[in-house]
């Protein structure tokens, strides 16, 4: 059994999809962050010094942290050639690219904007301009690839989406951003909405009333 420690309101939602999709068992600790530093609490660093979420731990003992790493392993021991294209088939750059852009370039450009912002940086400011100019590019990179293929690997869903969805959906709650001008990301979480893996996810990652840790 693998148990997912889950933090709302984070990266650990790609986490909770993922597994959803594969249909693998787990058990899925809540945790809340601290109502005052938005941060999460220190049960978290018990289980992993990274202190964040997610932290996925196995019955024999492995605790891994990082989304992109945790999506990995998941993929590697457990997919059985799911949701990942085969290295020698012609989707796989696009599906390597794509998934490393999440958390290498979309996640990053947006969190600039956020702590920015949080530093009350004037809106003329270059460092705001720079910012603005960065998700603007990661967004439209987003956009034209999605205008070229259903799924950002090619015609297939794989984990590259899984892990590109919450930049343009919960990120967007830290880091507000107008996606009207985007309308293939539009169509294309609008097809993410329909998947009943997905939908799965997006109940089991809001606690129950009461639960805790």
């Not at 599906?95 to 490393?100: N, P, R, S, V």
């Not at 809106?123 to 956009?143: C, I, Q, W």
């Not at 799924?151 to 709650?173: I, R």
């Not at 990301?185 to 939908?199: D, T």
Request: aromatic content about 10%; proline content about 8%; glycine content about 6%.
């Amino acid at each position: 059994m693998l148990t997912l420690h889950h933090l709302g309101v984070s990266q650990s939602e790609r986490i909770i999809w993922l597994l959803e999709e594969l249909e693998l068992p787990y058990e899925l600790k809540h945790y809340t962050r601290d109502p005052v530093t938005r941060l999460a609490p220190p049960e978290l660093r018990a289980i992993h010094p990274a202190g964040t979420a997610p932290v996925l731990t196995t019955e024999e003992g492995v605790t891994i942290a990082e989304s992109g790493a945790i999506a990995q392993f998941i993929l590697a021991r457990y997919a059985d050639g799911r949701l990942a294209p085969a290295t020698q088939d012609a989707a796989f750059p696009h599906y390597l690219y794509w998934f490393h852009f999440a958390n290498g370039n979309l996640v990053p450009a947006l969190g600039r904007m956020m702590m920015l912002h949080r530093a009350e940086l004037r809106e003329d400011h270059p460092m705001m301009a720079f910012a603005r100019e960065r998700v603007e590019r990661a967004l439209n990179m987003l956009d034209q690839r999605l205008a070229a293929s259903p799924w950002l690997a090619g015609e297939a869903f794989t984990a590259a989406d899984v892990m590109n969805v919450f930049g343009v959906t919960t990120m967007l709650h830290f880091s507000p951003w107008d996606l009207t001008p985007y309308m293939h990301i539009k169509a294309w979480l609008e097809r993410v909405s329909q998947r009943p893996a997905y939908q799965r996810a997006c109940i089991q990652k809001s606690p129950a009333p009461g639960a805790q840790g």
